[in-house]
């Protein structure tokens, strides 16, 4: 019964008190009626708190600004002058791609039971979703409208194939690049994103004890898309550039950045938006998502700082191609630890991971010689899990994380935390996100350069993908 029943009950006892004795034995049956009618009604529908869905929708804008323009410049400003065009021109689009192929069915299936591995097509094409279902978030008795999670999560799927054309950019064609996406997000980014992130939701986790992603079910913990996003982009991105080959006089010709200035501009709007990406991935406005937002920070400004004091020792100047690129690293990093981590684990975290994928960057891609254009791999893949591991150990309550919590139980609880168990799972996570991108993506550029071809002719990749793919020009002089 509602307070203000019971209250009105109340006060109705009272007043019958001074009425005759027929008026109070009617009264006595009316309230007794209103009472008993109170308790059998349903109760009522939640209703989304107006802060959460005002967070989030800020939150979809901001991982947005992550994708265009903020890759695109990253990356548009890395590659040489002939090439800025077609590589803004293949981030902008992966996006608007990406965006139907997520409401026609990517949606449903990385988002709706199933089983353990993919969701079904239940809710293909939006099927049965309107402004009045929800979506469920991290806590009993609190949702979303269905429709900002849907927009929230396909800001993530639109972003996640954009990282990887860095690996093979300026070497690739435009829609044979395009087909491979739209076969790389359903068979490859779907099905992780739906091991990872899936399940019923802690009012139903109860009653649906196995409805829920296969890692998920394992107890992997990625807040944001350590395994989803980076280490499933890097890994197709060492993939293809193995696959498709290196640049036309890579090791022979000088290949610089042609605008760090663009490249700085990009890095800084992914720092911005990727506060949206890492706290809006609490799917709440509360105190997780400041912890998510503090540690975005700390661990960026750490990684930035550690890849240019590397590069000082190492190079004897620092550089902002470094500074940059370690933050980027820093970010990767701290995804799956955003709302895990304490902020000082946050900075340890990117003090580690820029050392790391410095090593990868330079080193280790020197001595192998593959030709990872834009360090997609180097950055997002070793970044990713440096990440992954360091979530298990900064998790820990000991260590001032968060722990996890216990959805078995309603209201949920914090459970007990085991680190050594914790890293053994999120290496598991690692190894399943790899053995999936890597077959997975090995297998869609092989049918996709049989078939259509990845690779332009010598003579067009010499004379640059912005005339031979779009006939247009970045710059005019």
Partial sequence: MSKLLRWGALAGGLALTAAPGWAQEAATTVVETVAAAAEA?????????????????????????????????????????KNMLSVLTQVFMIVAVVALVWVCWGYSLAFT????????????????????????????????????????????????????VGAFAERVKFTAL????????????FPIAHMVWYWAGPDFLVDAPTD??????????????????HINAGLAGLIGCLMIGKRVGYGKEPMPPHSLTFTMVGASLLWVGWFGFNAGSNLEANGYAALATINTFLATAAAAVAWVVVEQIFKGKPSL????????????????????SSPMGAIILGLVVSPVCYLFCTTIKNKLGYDDAL???????VGGIVGAIGTGILADPALGGQGFMDYTVMPAVAGSFDMAAQVVTQLKAVGVTILWSGI?????????????????????????LDLTEHGERAYNY
């Fill in 178 to 189: 395009m087909v491979f996406v739209v076969l790389w997000v359903t068979v490859v980014y």
């Fill in 321 to 340: 191609l470094g500074g940059v690129t370690g933050a980027v690293a820093g970010l990767v990093a701290v995804t799956p630890a955003a709302g895990f």
């Fill in 113 to 164: 039971s199933g089983n353990p591995f993919i969701g079904s097509l239940d809710k293909a094409f939006l099927k049965g979703v309107d402004v009045t279902t929800l979506a469920a978030t991290f806590s009993n008795g609190v949702y979303l409208p269905e429709y900002v999670f849907i927009a929230f999560q396909m800001t993530f799927a639109c972003i996640t194939p954009a990282l990887i």
């Fill in 212 to 229: 829920y992603g296969f890692l998920w079910g394992m107890g992997a913990l990625d807040f944001a898309g350590g395994t989803v996003v």
């Fill in 375 to 381: 360090d997609v791999f180097g950055v997002h893949c």
């Fill in 41 to 81: 009604a349903p109760a009522a529908a939640p209703t989304p708190d107006k802060g959460d869905t005002a967070w989030m929708l800020v939150s979809t804008i901001l991982v947005l600004l992550m994708t265009i323009p903020g890759l695109a410049l990253f990356y548009g400003g890395l590659v040489r002058t």
């Fill in 440 to 464: 997975g993506s090995a297998v869609l550029y092989f049918i996709v350069d049989k078939t259509l071809g990845l690779r332009p002719s010598i003579d067009a990749e010499r004379e640059g």
